[in-house]
């Protein structure tokens, strides 16, 4: 199993520009999450998925777009990128399911290092 | 805002030695979770508590539970260099995940 996986590991890109973010996982869980992570604020939420076709707001989704089209794929958008969006981003993942087990362990995917000047 | 929160920030020991970080949250949880973070991966799951427990143990990690203060500690005892790394605590509350800023710590041989 690869777990979760993200790509691309680095990018820069010029404020104004768009990317799309990659999480994939072969764990067959339902849940999944996108963090960021900035120096000292530890990880805050951004957007995550209970399931197929969901997708919630997190702590800081402005300025972010989510799809999960496949139970296995979490894409992040960013449609017109700012200097501010510059972090690591972080996918995770959790069984998820029943209720009380969506309070399970998260997985987390290696980060994206991502740039804006 | 943040719901856990680790002190001390950082903490320098060297091998052999315990290593002793704690996280305080604010409002009522299911469970409290610690995860490990090497320099440049991401995070990786290390042990769960529940609320009704007061004490877990995983092989050099123990952690502990205190509700009535809202505080939990994790111990890495006979500490290793490849203990180093950044330890974060998250407090999980229906599924809703908040991670604290984290411990740094580095193990000197």
């Known amino acids: 199993n690869a777990g979760v996986t993200q790509t691309p590991k680095f990018r820069v890109l010029k404020t104004g520009q768009s990317m799309t973010l990659l999480c994939a996982q072969d764990m067959n869980h339902e849940y999944m999450y996108w963090y960021r992570q900035d120096p000292g604020m530890g990880l805050r939420l951004i957007h995550y998925?209970?399931?197929?076709?969901?997708?919630a707001k997190g702590e800081v989704p402005d300025g972010y777009n989510v799809s999960r089209l496949k139970k296995q794929n979490f894409l992040l958008g960013l449609e017109s990128a700012a200097p501010s969006q510059t972090s690591v981003y972080f996918c995770?993942?959790?069984?998820?399911?029943?209720?009380?087990?969506?309070?399970?362990?998260?997985?987390f995917g290696p980060g994206t290092r991502l740039t804006v000047l | 805002s943040q719901q856990g929160e680790e002190d001390p920030q950082a903490l320098s020991i060297q091998e052999g030695e315990n290593a002793t970080m704690n996280c305080s949250y604010k409002t009522s949880i299911n469970n409290l979770q610690w995860y490990r973070q090497n320099s440049g991966r991401g995070l990786v799951h290390l042990i769960l508590i529940r609320s009704n427990e007061r004490e877990k143990h995983s092989g050099r990690l123990r952690v502990t539970l205190d509700t009535s203060k809202k505080s939990s500690s994790l111990l890495i005892t006979a500490s290793r260099a490849a203990d180093t790394a950044s330890y974060f605590c998250a407090t999980v509350s229906w599924g809703k995940f908040q991670f604290g800023a984290g411990t740094q710590v580095v193990v000197t041989p």
């Open positions: 995770a993942s959790s069984y998820g399911g029943r209720r009380e087990l969506s309070n399970n362990e998260q997985f």
């Open positions: 998925s209970v399931g197929e076709g969901t997708t």
